[in-house]
């Protein structure tokens, strides 16, 4: 089981730490000099958020806190109390620093659109721009821009929502019909796999667009509002509620991997004959392989979870006929040992030649979606959300946005492949089978071989 050390409160261990501000001056003064930020007190930490005309708070920073903070503050409470605290100043002052400002909520729109969702942000951003505006002719320009792209990026996360529900609809598989067409021997009523692509590469590249597709729509603060609950130490009320935890495209993402594996498994089961069953499993497993080539560990681990399912994983006759040497390879790279050791090492590998790439094709790197939900869910559990004396336990949150935001990174990766809408339409909407009918195909392609097996066929029948 995964494992993640909680942070302690004198010790920051990121890459990318940051420190108080050292402008004497600025709002975050009582943070300045010394080690970096492992905890302070709400107000402090908000504080340290807010622009000066000298003072402006590193990226890594603002982007912390921004994910982390609506566990604590509404973020239209947090709007508001920036508001108050900047463009309520004169006009003067404004002037000032009006560009910082303008660089904040840039920043904020760009990483968390979805906050702007809710018709009081919009009024407290429409506020602050009638109150910036006015102070340089520019300003008005700068605004505009922010709004229309957040507009933009709203309107493809509604757009990307759409899809899934649609997508969902069309998936819903027709288990009995295929049942039914299976038991009888009639024809089948669906095409296989090898019949729409019979190239791994190509299925490899088809597989790394729709993995592309679902992380482009996952927000940051899905992984926050996936695992909200109620802190022992925090006194103050939960900031949203359930209806409010939209982890609508993270949960569909997680819907995809299941999908995966039941279809690879649908797929392997359903050949009537030894020899054509054989042949989809070294298919699979070359798929598996170029996945891996490609830097794609979510389908090369839904392929291989698929294959290891009971109802395909008893085929033994099937197994024997397979070439199954490449196969072992990729089941050791990806096996769980050492806390996925192999995996890790992997994905580090991926993650540097993907830094140092000239070609789109080599900076491709999708995490094994589910290992990163259960580390984060690890580092959740383990660490308080506050301190005993109140204080919020900042270095947990800087450990979180250091595995969520490398997962950013990674997700704003285009796909450069060609789409090949056949094959999409397929992965999409051929019909799996459920846990049962896996069972049942299998049974009926090779005969239990125990008590236990036949008694289950018996019943399935």
Not at 148 to 163: D, F, P, R, S, Y
Request: net charge positive; hydrophobic share 40%; charged share 20%.
């Amino acid at each position: 089981m995964p494992q993640t050390v909680c942070p302690a409160a004198g010790t920051m261990f990121t890459p990318s730490g940051f420190r108080g501000p050292q402008e004497a001056r600025g709002p975050g003064a009582c943070l300045a000099e010394g080690p970096p930020i492992t905890s302070a007190s709400l107000d402090t930490l908000i504080q340290h958020l807010v622009p000066t005309t000298d003072y402006y708070p590193e990226k890594a920073y603002v982007f912390t806190f921004l994910l982390s903070a609506r566990l604590f503050i509404s973020p239209p409470e947090l709007l508001a109390r920036l508001l108050s605290l900047t463009v309520s100043s004169s006009p003067a002052k404004v002037r000032k620093f009006g560009p910082k400002i303008l660089q904040l909520l840039t920043e904020w729109t760009e990483t968390f659109p979805t906050d702007f969702r809710e018709e009081k942000m919009v009024g407290l951003f429409k506020d602050i721009i009638h109150r910036i505006a006015p102070c340089d002719e520019a300003y008005w320009k700068t605004l505009s821009q922010v709004l229309q792209t957040l507009n933009q990026k709203l309107a493809a996360i509604a757009q990307g929502e759409e899809c899934i529900v649609k997508v969902n609809a069309s998936s819903v598989s027709s288990i009995s019909d295929k049942l039914v067409a299976f038991k009888t021997k009639s024809p089948p009523i669906q095409k296989e796999m090898l019949s729409i692509c019979n190239d791994p590469y190509t299925l490899a590249q088809q597989l790394t667009y729709i993995e592309l597709e679902h992380l482009s729509h996952i927000g940051p603060e899905e992984f926050v509002q996936a695992f909200v609950q109620k802190d022992k130490l925090d006194s103050t009320q939960p900031c949203f509620s359930e209806q409010k935890k939209k982890t609508t495209n993270l949960e569909a993402y997680v819907r995809w991997f299941n999908r995966l594996c039941y279809l690879v498994a649908t797929e392997i089961c359903m050949p009537a004959k030894k020899k054509q069953r054989a042949q989809v499993i070294e298919f699979f497993i070359d798929v598996a392989r170029e996945c891996f080539n490609i830097g794609n560990f979510n389908s090369l681990m839904a392929i291989i979870s698929g294959m290891n399912m009971s109802p395909v994983s008893r085929l033994k006759k099937t197994w024997g006929k397979a070439k199954t040497a490449k196969f072992f390879i990729l089941e050791h790279q990806m096996d769980p040992t050492g806390n996925f050791y192999n995996y890790r090492t992997a994905l580090r590998g991926a993650a540097h030649r993907s830094q140092t790439a000239n070609s789109n094709r080599e900076k491709i790197v999708i995490p094994f979606f589910s290992l990163l939900i259960k580390d984060i869910y690890f580092l959740n559990e383990g660490c308080a959300n506050r301190l005993p004396n109140g204080h919020v336990h900042f270095a947990k949150f800087v450990e979180l946005a250091r595995q969520v935001g490398e997962f950013m990174t990674w997700k704003q990766m285009e796909c450069p492949f060609e789409t090949d809408r056949s094959i999409l339409h397929y992965l999409h909407t051929a019909p799996i089978f459920s846990e049962d009918g896996l069972y049942l195909a299998s049974y009926e392609s090779e005969s239990p071989e125990n008590q236990v097996e036949k008694d289950r066929w018996k019943a399935l029948r």
